[in-house]
């Protein structure tokens, strides 16, 4: 199988490059493509020793041409992000100024971020319908995940959006219960970045309860929500959900505080010069702050169970509802737990009614990600001020007002339509 990955100069990749080499058995190919070169070629020749320090086979190489790199292939992953670190601290900081949190995944940030990466994937996943083999499955990473699934699937792309979060606590959950990670099944449902895990199934016995009786204290620091909440929930909800319950609170730690994408830039060199070092061949430790827990395993899982080599294990990806949450249009896109095969692609398991307050936020969040693609799609300060209306942690005429002219002001040299 040959794998592509767009955006393969990213410092991350050596952590999905490790996954290849330690599970990826199906894999005799793996091509990084990616503009920035130099950064490429560091990046890259890492890649290349940790496969060969783990003593697999498959040909790895990188360009910057994307034509080359995705013909053939069976599959691409598809990783970007527009704008590098700059545009991850604008997006981070400009929705401060109105009270509003900070966040490259939702909110304004969220928005900003959409609205310059959906027309670059879709340019992409043309491309790839042009050169790769016939059926080749895009695999996105690129947040925010269910905006971009939800343009490539309207756009007749065969795509299936990647989030590191359910398997997270997949493998939280078996290191507490003492059983291995195979035999965790979450019920995981939601969109991207807005999940719950409302069950913990092993063996057929749901252990949450006994999680959140025992763990109460150590999963509430887990994903940054006072124990009320979970106790009062009955399910973990995923830490992005820390900017719905607690807004304020981020809003007040964030203001004058250095960003993630701060952060992130100042690892991200490091990491690089790490990289350099001709005797480095393991993933550094440092890399486990850069993000992306467990990215690789979800990554090498999906694909094996997408083309035939393993169509027991459970996935959570995003995909079309059709109908797994009734209250939600079919062409929506929603995460949930699902298996995935050959002949039938990813499949969402059963989900049973969602209780009225999660079922009211993903409605409304639904809406807002609808008209947010749109935007994207048709640009126009209209559309980005509406999609900031509607979105509920900004949601008042005043800062979708201020917003919209600061994220237009913001991402202009991303924005085609609004030069």
Known sequence: MKIAVIGGGSTYTPELIDGFARLGSMVTELVLIDPAAERLEIVGAFARRILEHQGHPAKIWWTGDLDAGVTDADAVLIQLRVGGQTARISDETFPLACG????????????????????????????????AKPGAWIIDFTNPVGIVTRALLDAGHKAVGLCNVAIGFQRKFAALLGVAPSSVVLDHVGLNHLTWERAVWVDGVDRLPSLLSTHLSEISSLVDLPLTVLSTLGNVPSYYLSYFYNHDKHVRDMTGAPTRGQKVAELEATLLEMYRDATLVE????????????????????LASLHGYDDSAVHSVNVRNNGTLPFLADSAVIEVSARASLAGGPVPLPVTLLAPDLAGLVAHVSAYEELALDAALRGGRDRVYRAMLAHPLIGQHEYADALADDLIAAGRDHLAWAR
């Open 283 to 302: 993933k550094p430790e440092l890399l486990g702050q850069r993000g992306g827990a467990f990215y690789s395993e979800a990554a090498v899982g999906l």
């Open 100 to 131: 509003c949190v900070g966040q490259e995944t939702t909110g304004a940030g969220g928005l900003g971020k959409a609205l310059r990466t959906v027309p670059v994937v879709l340019e992409v996943a043309e491309r790839i319908r042009e050169r």
